[in-house]
């Protein structure tokens, strides 16, 4: 079965930028018709879609995070990743990064995620 795993550091400073690893596991991230997001939840709010890279490489960005995100991902490793520059306090929130799937223009729901890790924006 599919697994995510997210990794990376959990406390970073404001205004430097915020770096994730999903490393999937049990399939390849190209195979057709996968999409990869990532999901955040900041504490004592709802769940926040961040954005998303297909299986065949093309992204979309939520229209609030667009201007500082970027997503990209590492075939070769089966990975995909988050950058999220110019952080502030409120960025601080569990990361997750899930599975979707896409067909044409139609979304089916997210049926893997990873167990979440919490990234801390403090000085």
């Known amino acids: 079965q599919v697994q995510l795993q997210e990794s990376g550091p959990g406390l970073v400073k404001p205004s430097q930028t915020l770096s994730l690893t999903c490393t999937v596991s049990?399939?390849?991230?190209?195979?057709?018709?996968?999409?990869w997001s990532w999901i955040r939840q900041p504490p004592g709010k709802g769940l926040e879609w961040m954005g998303v890279v297909l299986y065949d490489g093309s992204t979309v960005s939520s229209p609030s995070l667009k201007s500082r995100l970027s997503i990209f991902r590492d075939t070769s490793k089966n990975q995909f990743s988050l950058q999220l520059s110019s952080v502030t306090p409120q960025d601080t929130a569990v990361y997750y990064c899930?599975?979707?799937?896409?067909?044409?223009?139609?979304?089916?729901?997210?049926?893997?995620w990873g167990k979440g890790t919490l990234v801390t924006v403090s000085s």
């Open positions: 899930a599975r979707g799937l896409r067909i044409a223009t139609m979304d089916y729901g997210l049926d893997y």
């Open positions: 049990g399939g390849p991230i190209t195979a057709s018709y996968y999409a």
